[in-house]
Structures are given as structure tokens and as C-alpha cells.
């Protein structure tokens, strides 16, 4: 998905009015863990 994903949302941004461009860089730091997801997102099935 990384390596796929930033193609995709740069197209997408890219396609607003308005918008001239984008750049999207994946990054893995600080690394990912629950606490980074707002409440409502970790009472949906299967985070808590």
C-alpha cells in the first residue's frame, strides 16, 4: 500500500480546483501505535 498510495492521493488532490499540485512522503516515525487514534476511532470494532 505504501508504495502505491501517495501516486494515488497526489492524482486526487491534484484534480481539486484550485490546487496546483501535491507531494505526499510516507513516513514510518515516529512509528505507529493506538494511542495516535482519536477516541471515536478506537471504540470501532476490533481497536478495543
Known sequence: M??????EVEQKV????GVNGAKVEITFE???DRTMMSE??????GFM
Open 30 to 32: 515516529p512509528a505507529w
Open 40 to 45: 471515536a476511532a478506537q471504540l470501532e470494532p
Open 14 to 17: 491534484a484534480g481539486v480546483q
Open 2 to 7: 505504501a508504495g502505491t498510495l501517495p501516486g
